[in-house]
């Protein structure tokens, strides 16, 4: 996956000569042309968190599931 990014020039990567070898990840400006796009998944997914894990349970259970995630929140 980092590859890919790095292929398509989203991230930079830079290689140490250390032992163990240290590897770092930088986004390029092009890459940071993704932030939005980004923000927007993540607020999606926030919205829609417990509709999609609801469905996951359901499938893993082979039930409706009623779940419990902490912060006192049951669905």
Do not use: H, Q
């Amino acid at each position: 996956m980092c590859w890919d990014m790095e292929m398509n020039e989203l991230v930079k990567r830079t290689v140490y000569d250390t032992r163990p070898v240290t590897v770092e990840y930088e986004l390029t400006s092009y890459g940071k042309s993704l932030e939005k796009v980004i923000d927007e998944l993540r607020n999606w997914g926030t919205i829609n968190r417990k509709r999609i894990l609801r469905k996951f349970l359901d499938l893993l259970v082979g039930k409706p599931a009623t779940v419990e995630l902490g912060f006192n929140t049951i669905f």
